[in-house]
């Protein structure tokens, strides 16, 4: 089989080492590219620099919780390009006004500070499985990509998440194979909205993985690979 062109788009305050483990083991299966999504302040732009940006003309296509929003609007935006989809710590709903609030929050300490260490910090507990915050290793690498992406870049993208639209309604329209995955323990993105998201698209896999929170392809990265494999497999319409 030839590899499948495989765009992957990164969360919240993460850049290409979100998806390192599946670039490398996914190598003879997918022909991986991994797209940036610091530079725009809204959904629509990121998914169009998405598009413009990727050397494939058409492509599977997996975002992980930020990433997730900006695959739904590239598939809003550009579904004929879409091969198959895959929705990973996500949902498909706006941001509810307290989280609005609490991003704010956030946003004013990372101007204050210069830095997004403390915000990295406070937010480990809702983004790792408990069983992981002793991993220092993996810690470590989740405050090492928010400091990559930076002041500028973190404001972008909470600009962008926090005015996204209510993407349920659209998800009926997704033909696509589509695979939602998610880590039973996902304090940011809970099993719930997977199984709206999954019970809206026509289709679609629901995979739960055991033991695992927000950041499932660093937390269960042999998990994570084998589901993408299955959903790579899957004949595209």
Same mark, same amino acid.
């Given at each position: 089989m030839n590899p499948v062109p495989l765009v992957l788009v990164p969360g919240l305050s993460c850049d290409a080492a979100l998806w390192a483990p599946q670039v490398e083991t996914l190598q003879k299966v997918a022909q991986c590219w991994v797209a940036d999504v610091a530079r725009d302040d809204t959904m629509a732009a990121m998914a169009r620099r998405v598009l413009d940006e990727s050397p494939f003309e058409s492509f599977a296509l997996a975002g992980l919780s930020m990433g997730g929003f900006v695959a739904l609007a590239i598939v809003h935006e550009a579904a004929e390009r879409v091969q198959r989809l895959a929705l990973l710590d996500t949902n498909a709903r706006p941001d509810s006004p307290e989280r609005i609030r609490e991003r704010l929050i956030f #946003?004013?300490?990372?101007?204050?500070?210069?830095?997004?260490?403390?915000?990295?910090?406070?937010?480990? @507990? !809702?983004? %790792?499985?408990?069983?992981?915050? @002793?991993?220092?290793?993996? =810690?470590?690498? +989740?405050?090492?990509?928010?400091?990559?992406?930076? %002041?500028?870049?973190?404001?972008?993208?909470?600009?962008?998440?926090? @005015? !996204?639209?209510?993407?349920?309604? !659209?998800?009926?329209?997704?033909?696509?194979?589509?695979? =939602? +995955?998610?880590? !039973?323990?996902?304090?940011?993105?809970? +099993?719930? #909205?997977?199984?709206?998201?999954?019970?809206? %698209?026509?289709? @679609?896999? +629901? =995979? =739960?993985?055991?033991?695992?929170?927000?950041?499932?392809?660093?937390?269960?990265?042999?998990?994570v690979d084998a589901a993408l494999r299955a959903w790579l497999a899957t004949p595209a319409p």
């Open positions: #946003m004013s300490l990372a101007q204050r500070e210069g830095s997004l260490l403390t915000i990295s910090n406070r937010m480990m @507990a !809702r983004m %790792i499985h408990p069983s992981r915050l @002793a991993d220092m290793a993996l =810690v470590k690498s +989740l405050q090492d990509m928010a400091e990559r992406i930076g %002041i500028e870049g973190y404001l972008n993208q909470q600009r962008a998440i926090m @005015a !996204r639209p209510d993407s349920r309604p !659209r998800l009926a329209s997704i033909a696509c194979p589509t695979l =939602v +995955l998610c880590g !039973r323990e996902d304090a940011l993105s809970p +099993l719930a #909205m997977h199984e709206e998201m999954a019970a809206g %698209i026509h289709g @679609a896999q +629901l =995979v =739960v993985l055991e033991e695992c929170g927000h950041v499932s392809t660093l937390e269960r990265p042999q998990a």
